[in-house]
């Protein structure tokens, strides 16, 4: 059904099998990158042909916004989810990185980031990473969501990321906050992917227009010359920022 999208987890009573639902969408129309076809093509190494998932991408994005070519760097994956942890690494991996996955069966955690240049953590436990773990200088991108009751928050909720914020800010030469770091890129990554699986069906072969974003990461604002691009740009909205906050 072309008007199909599948929000996992799958919030239901009844017994769904998750993957047997993800796989019955066509990789065509895949822009989350989680059937087996896309998911098997990245870990080939076929980046052309497949859809990536869109938290992993944008991790990629801010990393090349910070600079960094993770061509022969120590590159630490920290998580081995299917959504960000094991395509995260396959991305690093064909950027030609050095890539080293821990998650929870590995021990001494902190030696394994410490020889890091870009550590990417996705491990869903607040603050796992402290900052006396981190390479002086490293870059480092967080992935985490952990909210907790906060009754002087709007929302009543706050929200805690795997990074120790605070210290690893003073020791890494770029840190992404949370929350306002790593989520802005996932939904500008997805709907760079919706818009890509329009083109392909449909023919057409030019490229995307960049869009400026404006991201902080230690302290620093990324380059505003940002080679993100997303659905904004295509369907001719004329701005789509990632505000410092």
């Known amino acids: 059904d072309p008007r199909a999208i599948l929000q996992v987890p799958l919030d239901c009573n009844t017994g769904i099998d998750e993957a047997l639902a993800t796989n019955a969408l066509s990789p065509s129309k895949d822009v989350d990158g989680l ?11 076929d980046l052309k042909r497949c859809f990536t998932p869109c938290t992993p991408s944008g991790c990629m994005v801010l990393i090349e916004e910070a600079g960094v070519d993770v061509k022969g760097k120590n590159v630490c994956v920290v998580g081995r989810s299917k959504i960000v942890g094991a ?37 869903g436990k607040k603050e ?12 480092v991108i967080d992935c985490g969501i952990n909210p907790e009751p906060d009754a002087t928050k709007k929302s009543g909720v706050k929200l805690w990321g795997d990074v120790e914020y605070g210290a690893a800010k003073e020791v890494a030469g770029y840190i992404t906050p949370v929350p306002g770091g790593v989520g802005p890129m996932t939904v500008a990554l997805l709907m ?31 380059p505003p010359a940002a080679r993100c691009y997303s659905t904004a740009a295509s369907l001719g909205l004329r701005a789509l920022r990632f505000l410092k906050k």
């Open 192 to 222: 760079r992917n919706t818009v890509t699986s329009a083109k392909r069906m449909n023919g057409i072969t030019s490229p995307h227009k960049p869009i400026r974003s404006y991201s902080t990461i230690a302290g620093r604002q990324f």
């Open 35 to 45: 059937t087996d076809v896309n998911a098997g093509r990245l870990s080939r190494g």
């Open 128 to 139: 796992l990473v402290k900052g006396d773990m981190i390479k002086p200088g490293a870059v």
């Open 87 to 123: 395509p995260m690494h396959d991305l690093l991996l064909w950027a030609h990185g050095t890539v080293t996955t821990c998650h929870s069966r590995t021990p001494d955690l902190g030696y394994h980031i410490k020889q890091a240049d870009v550590v990417v953590v996705a491990a």
